[in-house]
């Protein structure tokens, strides 16, 4: 099996591991509680591992810092029935990494790549790494969004994202967004909506 974290080899200390875990389980925990994320629903994370250790998004990939956040985020979500995506980067187009299972429930057609630290990213690296069965997919329709360093996941979310204030701004030293999205409102001021 040929080697995907060429050129990931940034290290993360002991405390920022630590820093890392508990930020993502604080982040995560709050995610699902406010925005009622459900089985069957899925969760795009787009992640700058190069940002979490205060670089510039691309200029300092590391897999040990995504491998913190994805151990664990995933067996908290994986436990709730949620499926994750986690978005490449643009040398991939921001294509996803999804279960198999998740890409057939929903439609989406599987495309032929296997990302790695320089073109998809560590993150989504550490995710097709670990998933039973993961397959990659050009565009999905996220219920819920994180996007972790300024990673731009919004064209993976329902039409209608509004962003969501959760009291995990950051993760080591990247930026973090959350977004849920809502039905669209149509039909103007004759319509009624629950």
Request: with cysteine; hydrophobic share 40%; proline share 3%.
């Amino acid at each position: 099996m040929k080697d995907l974290s060429k050129g990931a080899e940034l290290s993360v200390c002991d405390e920022l591991k630590v820093e890392i875990e508990a930020s993502a389980k604080a982040l995560i925990c709050e995610l699902i509680e406010k925005t009622n994320l459900s089985r069957g629903d899925i969760l795009v994370i787009g992640c700058s591992s190069s940002e979490i250790l205060g670089n510039n998004i691309g200029k300092g990939s590391s897999f040990d810092a995504a491998r913190v956040l994805f151990e664990t985020i995933y067996p908290v979500i994986k436990e709730r029935g949620i499926y994750l995506a986690a978005q490449c980067c643009e040398h991939l187009n921001r294509a996803l990494i999804i279960e198999r299972e998740c890409a057939e429930i929903f439609g989406y057609e599987i495309v032929s790549v296997i990302p790695q630290a320089k073109a998809g990213g560590s993150f989504a690296t550490v995710t097709y790494q670990n998933m039973k069965d993961p397959v990659a997919v050009e565009h999905i329709k996220a219920k819920v969004g994180i996007d972790i360093g300024d990673t731009l996941i919004g064209m993976h979310l329902r039409d209608v994202a509004v962003p969501i204030r959760l009291s995990v701004r950051q993760i080591g030293s990247a930026h973090v967004v959350c977004a849920y999205t809502r039905p669209k409102f149509i039909g103007g001021i004759r319509a009624i909506y629950e």
